[in-house]
């Protein structure tokens, strides 16, 4: 079950934080105020499906690591506590406040200062899992280069 489960969460996870990070940033830069309210409102709902995502790619994972201890699975395993502390400590709170900010009409520079904030952490989380998805692959064989 978790060979099947690992990468299935872990994509999701993955596509949902490039999807929301892209989201923003074309929201910003790109759209009226009102895209960038929609946006912001919309991606809290969106973490009812990634962080259970996460969690599950995590706990999978992490099973799946007992198996193959070293090489890439602990590199793999080193990476998951920066995403989950980044994200439970910098990505959430801000994705909330920034939904509260922007429903309440409060774009102001606080709001900027937040999602500049957001957006680099984002930008983080995204390299760190697209890092554990190639290890991932190469792990399976489906993508050559280094096993260990």
Do not use: C
């Not at 080193?78 to 994705?95: D, T, W």
């Not at 939904?99 to 760190?128: C, H, M, P, W």
């Amino acid at each position: 079950m978790p060979k099947t489960l690992h990468p299935i969460a872990g994509g999701l996870a993955l596509l949902l934080v490039v999807g929301f990070w892209l989201a923003t940033a074309i929201s910003e830069l790109a759209g009226p105020e009102s895209a960038v309210i929609a946006v912001k409102t919309a991606i809290p709902w969106g973490l009812l499906v990634l962080v259970p995502a996460l969690a599950m790619a995590g706990g999978s994972g992490f099973r799946l690591a007992r198996t193959t201890p070293g090489g890439l699975a602990a590199r793999k395993g080193r990476r998951m506590p920066i995403i989950a502390a980044s994200g439970l400590l910098i990505l959430v709170p801000a994705a909330l406040f920034l939904a509260a900010k922007a429903r309440a009409g409060e774009i102001d520079s606080v709001f900027y200062a937040v999602q500049a904030v957001e957006l680099l952490a984002g930008a983080v989380n995204i390299t760190l899992l697209a890092l554990n998805l190639r290890d991932g692959l190469r792990m399976s064989g489906r993508l050559p280069g280094p096993a260990a």
